[in-house]
Structures are given as structure tokens and as C-alpha cells.
């Protein structure tokens, strides 16, 4: 599938976070961190400034790319990005007395994250759920990953889907043997995609 892909900026903040909320609606995880939530709209406004944090970080320290429809993006950190100095403050105000959940997601990531190779993190793949199946994923995908194999640089993923799951290894990654449960929730599997050149090495 042919599209066009390109850098977000800083304005495009807003739209970013209401796609990934959208786009993250039903994911597992995501289900986990909102449990007991059937308010919808208190839920999606929670959402909607969780992923603000998120693409804020990958906007400031990272890159975030996007299709020209704006129905899909994806939010990479590279390997030197530092974390973010009011992360605490945000996660708080964003999701109250829920923040612990969102502090136990992240410490289970930061545990099965890769040190041993530099690589660019796939922090968020969103796509707008009335497209998904078209092949918006894959040439966001594909589209940074020419860059890394470029660089030789390898990709790292925490999938939280099993459809997720199933892109990602079409798409070359590999389990790094690393598949963690969230207390009482779903499984997380981290993955990599190693780059042509170190691959060969």
C-alpha cells in the first residue's frame, strides 16, 4: 500500500492524542489501566491526556510520523532519549488515583526493555479503528523501518495484542523471550526486529 508519511510537529499534539485514544479503545491493556471505567466520556478524556504525555515525549525527544490522511501515526523514541522530567506530575493529573496502574505498565516495560543493542523504541502504533486491516500499520512500519536498516539500527515493540502480535512478526520481529503479565491482566510481548546489518554480523 502506497501512502504518504510524514514528521508531526508540536501543533499536532491534540489530533495525535485523540487518534491514539481512539485507536487504543479496546486494546487489552489499555482495558487493564481503566477497569471499572463505564463512564465513556470521563474515560476517553483520561485517555485522551494519558497519550498527550506520550506523544508530547516522542514529539519533544523523539520522532512521530503520520499518514497524510492522519489516520494513522507512529511514536518512536530513539535510543539516547532521556525520560520525561514532569512525567509523575502529568500521569497524575491525567489519571488520578488510577496512576498506580499506569506505574505498574511502566515498570514492567522499563523491566523487559532491551540494553544490549541501540535500537529505536515503537513507543505507540495507532490507527484509526475504521481503518484498521488496510494497511495503515504496515507502511508506517515499513516507512521507518528503511531508515533504521539505513542506520543499523535494530526496532524494539512491547506488542499488547495478539493481532498486534501477528503484524509484528510479518513484519520481522522476533519474541525476545521476555513475555510478561500484568497483575491480574493481559500478556505483553516484548519483540525486535534486528537490522539487516547486524543480523548478518
Wanted: glycine share 6%; proline share 8%.
Amino acid at each position: 500500500m502506497t501512502m504518504t508519511i510524514a514528521s508531526c510537529t508540536p501543533t499536532d499534539g491534540t489530533y495525535l492524542a485523540g487518534l491514539v485514544a481512539r485507536a487504543f479503545a479496546d486494546n487489552p491493556v489499555t482495558k487493564w489501566l481503566t477497569l471499572g471505567m463505564e463512564a465513556e466520556p470521563e474515560r476517553q478524556r483520561m485517555l485522551e491526556a494519558y497519550f498527550r504525555i506520550l506523544v508530547d515525549y516522542a514529539l519533544r525527544d523523539g520522532e512521530v510520523e503520520a499518514t497524510s490522511d492522519g489516520s494513522g501515526a507512529a511514536l518512536w523514541l530513539p535510543p539516547e532519549a532521556p525520560p520525561p522530567a514532569d512525567y509523575d506530575e502529568r500521569l497524575a493529573e491525567a489519571t488520578g488515583h488510577r496512576a498506580e496502574r499506569f506505574h505498574t505498565l511502566d515498570a514492567a516495560m522499563h523491566r523487559a526493555h532491551p540494553t544490549d543493542t541501540r535500537h529505536h523504541h515503537l513507543a505507540l502504533l495507532a490507527v484509526e479503528p475504521r481503518v484498521h486491516s488496510t494497511g495503515y500499520g504496515t507502511a508506517l512500519l515499513e516507512h521507518h523501518h528503511r531508515r533504521l536498516d539505513e542506520q543499523g539500527l535494530d526496532a524494539y515493540l512491547e506488542a499488547s495484542a495478539p493481532r498486534n502480535r501477528a503484524l509484528y512478526e510479518r513484519m520481522g520481529y522476533q519474541l525476545t523471550g521476555d513475555t510478561f503479565e500484568l497483575p491480574d491482566g493481559p500478556s505483553m510481548w516484548p519483540m525486535r526486529r534486528p537490522a539487516p546489518r547486524a543480523a548478518s554480523r
